[in-house]
């Protein structure tokens, strides 16, 4: 897969996002697919509604790269504070 920089934005978006999703719930899982399911239904709006767009997959493998990244953060992150 060829990293353009869509799929670098899509990586970084997903980790920022897991990241805030954790600071406001507190809840690892909850953040994670929280994000997913923000991703997933990006790619769905982009099949069913934007023009010249359609699913891309190899957006989601970016988003979950994003989201393991995220959760990997907060894992050693909460591990050095404690």
């Known amino acids: 897969?060829?990293?353009?920089?869509?799929?670098i934005k899509h990586a970084t978006i997903s980790f920022l996002l897991v990241v805030l999703l954790w600071i406001?719930?507190?809840e690892l899982v909850v953040a994670m697919s929280g994000t997913f399911l923000i991703g997933m239904g990006k790619e769905w709006y982009d099949e069913l509604i934007t023009a010249g767009n359609h699913w891309d997959n190899e957006d989601l493998l970016a988003d979950a790269?994003?989201?393991?990244?995220?959760?990997?953060?907060?894992?050693?992150?909460?591990?050095?504070?404690?």
């Open 1 to 7: 897969m060829k990293w353009e920089q869509d799929k």
């Open 24 to 26: 406001v719930t507190k």
């Open 65 to 82: 790269i994003g989201i393991i990244a995220g959760a990997i953060f907060i894992t050693i992150g909460a591990f050095i504070c404690n």
